[in-house]
């Protein structure tokens, strides 16, 4: 096996690890898929690989339901830093309305990552939101949406976002999609951390 080849492996077993350990409330093993100074993006959640893994235990040992699921995976190597694109899922269950539904979003995990002694780490998880959709767990229930609070979230995560902010969660509205310049400026600073520059932080929602 090639030494290029051996790295692409590494960074695949990350992030499928990233996904069972995290879903499956595996703490500390979750935590070594982290650089210490790792950032998490995410709708609900903005902050520090540790402040990430705080907030997810509480929320797991509350019964807050939210599963991954991964399909394949795209990474553009250079030397010790590495960009990788995965497919995904994301899937939360919860009350909309007075109604259990689930919620699942499809789009695409960004990761900046860099080997460390010898150990490739997340450096920031930044997750693309393509698209979502709502379905009630029993098909004989429906709940009644808000069109106008639905409508104020973006398109990709609308009723992802619309489920969170019900349980009382603070969405990010500025989270990359499919397309537009939130999710062309994530592409180029994805390029400048492959050419060896310093991580740079998103810009802020105007």
């Known amino acids: 096996m090639s030494e290029e080849w051996r790295e ?107 080997k460390r002694d010898g150990s490739w780490g997340l450096v920031l998880r930044q997750p693309i939101y393509e698209k979502d959709r709502l379905d009630p767990v029993d098909p004989s229930q429906a709940p009644k949406l808000d069109r106008e609070r639905l409508e104020s979230f973006p398109v990709g995560y609308r009723h992802l976002a619309y489920l969170q902010s019900g349980l009382g969660f603070k969405v990010k509205p500025d989270m990359p999609g499919l397309i537009g310049p939130v999710v062309e400026d994530l592409y180029r600073r994805g390029r400048a951390w492959l050419a060896g520059k310093p991580l740079e932080s998103a810009p802020r929602a105007a």
């Open 8 to 114: 692409r492996l590494l960074i695949r077993d990350l992030v499928e690890n990233w996904a069972v350990w995290r879903d499956a409330g595996d703490w500390e093993r979750f935590r070594s898929v982290w650089h210490d100074d790792g950032r998490m993006m995410a709708t609900w959640f903005q902050g520090t690989a540790d402040e990430f893994i705080k907030v997810s235990r509480e929320g797991f040992e509350k019964g807050v339901s939210i599963l991954h699921f991964l399909g394949g995976t795209a990474i553009d190597l250079a030397g010790e830093r590495a960009i990788a694109q995965t497919k995904m899922t994301i899937n939360q269950r919860a009350s909309v309305d007075g109604v259990i539904c689930d919620v699942v979003c499809t789009g695409r995990f960004y990761d900046f990552l860099e």
